[in-house]
């Protein structure tokens, strides 16, 4: 009887789901900065979309108005007055917004990961590091005296000189070994030609998400890791990270060669070992800018003279032992073809994806990157 009692104790008590309990202004505000996403910025076309979506949904209540809301906005400092280029007054969102965003972002896709110290990528090999590994051994000239182990030479000075006389050598002491901790320096490289927003499909707002997240997890989680964002159509640019929100597709070629120059350009300045390179992308290259600044443009098929210049391009980073891991939103055959042979010219990686579960492959990559320690 005793038996069954615990077993019945240790059971499972089932309970009707309970949402967590939100005020009227965090509701909304969940809605919000996923509109303000899908309109890159646009306050007043994030509000429009607001509006309507209250009237078909019912949102808002007598208490609690959208015009309060906005009020709330300001209150808060999400947005702020402005003096747009026309010379009219208006209204646009603040750092604030753009962080909250990010941190949105973060955890749709990667989950809820606390903030923690600095660097948090073990490798294999121990050595002077930040994070203890709990293996001691003795004192050896040129170890650093924070690594001396207070406790444990203590303790050893007592087993070598007894407890009458309490002194503490050379020879008693004794250090923890630390763990290495690898750095990663990262280039996202985010194709923004005007495929990605091609037959009526939305491909650039997912990119932003996961380049937003993937900004997110690395200033909270790996502050030493670097992170820089470049956007590639007709010629490559370096974008800032509060940029990302207002990031918008062009009437663009795809030149891929000018988005590799560059992010290999970034990479060559970073001090760290680990460099790497993430490149979302759904169209083939089309585009190369020539030596006398005109623009070389075949959009019909894959032109054997941009697509060489793409393996060359590969090969350079594989000497420069930068992986590139491609991530590609489409599946066509011979796009796919021209993928693996990019892919197997540089010995990286690639993944052909639709637009599910894309933050999730390059989180999972990112972190098994980490855990590599490349040698030169």
Not at 329 to 355: C, S, V
Request: proline fraction near 3%.
């Amino acid at each position: 009887m005793k038996k069954t009692q615990e077993i019945y104790k240790k059971g499972f008590s089932f309970q009707p789901y309970q949402a967590p309990d939100q005020s009227p202004f965090e509701k909304l505000f969940e809605i919000f900065q996923e509109l303000i996403t899908h309109t890159s910025g646009d306050l007043d076309e994030a509000l429009d979309w607001l509006k309507e979506l209250d009237k078909e949904y019912n949102l808002t209540t007598d208490d609690y108005t959208l015009d309060d809301f906005v009020e709330d906005l300001k209150k808060k400092g999400y947005i702020r007055e402005e003096i747009k280029p026309d010379g009219k007054g208006g209204m646009a969102i603040t750092a604030k917004t753009e962080q909250a965003i990010r941190k949105r972002a973060l955890d749709q896709i990667f989950g809820k990961i606390k903030r923690s110290g600095s660097g948090n990528h073990a490798t294999k090999y121990t050595g002077r590091g930040d994070e203890h590994a709990g293996e001691f051994r003795n004192y050896q000239y040129g170890d650093a005296l924070e690594q001396i182990s207070i406790t444990e030479s203590l303790k050893n000075a007592q087993i070598n000189h007894g407890m009458d006389e309490l002194k503490l050598t050379e020879d008693d002491l004794i250090v923890e070994e630390t763990q290495y901790k690898a750095q990663m320096s990262t280039v996202l490289m985010i194709d923004i030609s005007h495929s990605m927003i091609l037959y009526g499909e939305d491909r650039i707002t997912p990119a932003k998400k996961v380049a937003m997240a993937l900004a997110e997890l690395i200033t909270t989680r790996y502050p030493k890791d670097t992170l820089d964002i470049l956007v590639f159509g007709n010629d490559a640019w370096p974008i800032a990270i509060k940029d990302l929100p207002y990031l918008q597709v062009g009437p663009y070629h795809t030149n891929t060669v000018a988005g590799l120059e560059l992010a290999m350009d970034m990479l060559r300045r970073k001090r760290n070992t680990n460099k790497q390179i993430f490149m979302i992308t759904d169209g083939k290259p089309s585009c190369l800018r020539l030596p006398d600044g005109h623009y070389y443009k075949n959009s019909n098929g894959l032109d054997r003279h941009i697509v060489n210049k793409c393996y060359m391009m590969a090969q350079q980073a594989r000497k420069l032992h930068i992986p590139i891991t491609t991530f590609m939103i489409a599946q066509d055959p011979y796009l796919m073809q021209f993928i693996r042979e990019f892919t197997y010219a540089n010995q990286g990686k690639a993944f052909f994806t639709g637009l599910q579960g894309l933050g999730e492959m390059i989180f999972e990559d990112y972190e098994n990157n980490r855990k590599k320690r490349i040698r030169r």
